[in-house]
């Protein structure tokens, strides 16, 4: 299983990613201001595609944002369609915003 890393600079800007033969084949990026995590972002390349390592990289970050008392943005379509499918479960850290996020700024559009 490949192993799931962590950083975050000087400015809050992160990410939890993995790494396979030296090069980032997936990643999910955030930003932190205030006690509120931005989660933007999540790839993850074509090839490694449905074995549920966005997932793993979610779950990662969840896990993350309640030890250190953060709440989420989820801007990513990715993050903001596992919230909405389980709202009760996130409703803890899910910080809504009058103008929520659609999570275009992901990029990837949620399919269905």
Not at 9 to 34: M, N, P, T
Not at 53 to 59: E, G, M
Not at 65 to 79: L, Q
Not at 85 to 98: G, M
Request: glycine share 8%; aromatic share 10%.
């Amino acid at each position: 299983m490949m192993e799931i890393q962590f950083r975050m600079d000087e400015k809050k800007r992160g990410s939890f990613f993995i790494e396979q033969d030296g090069r980032q084949v997936a990643e999910l990026d955030f930003e932190v201001k205030d006690k509120l995590l931005n989660a933007y972002h999540t790839g993850v390349r074509p090839e490694l595609e449905g074995q549920g390592i966005a997932a793993r990289l979610f779950d990662k970050m969840i896990h993350f944002a309640r030890e250190e008392g953060y709440k989420v943005i989820p801007s990513c379509s990715y993050i903001m369609v596992k919230f909405k499918r389980r709202p009760e479960e996130f409703a803890d850290i899910w910080h809504r915003l009058d103008d929520e996020p659609t999570g275009d700024a992901c990029g990837i559009k949620p399919k269905g």
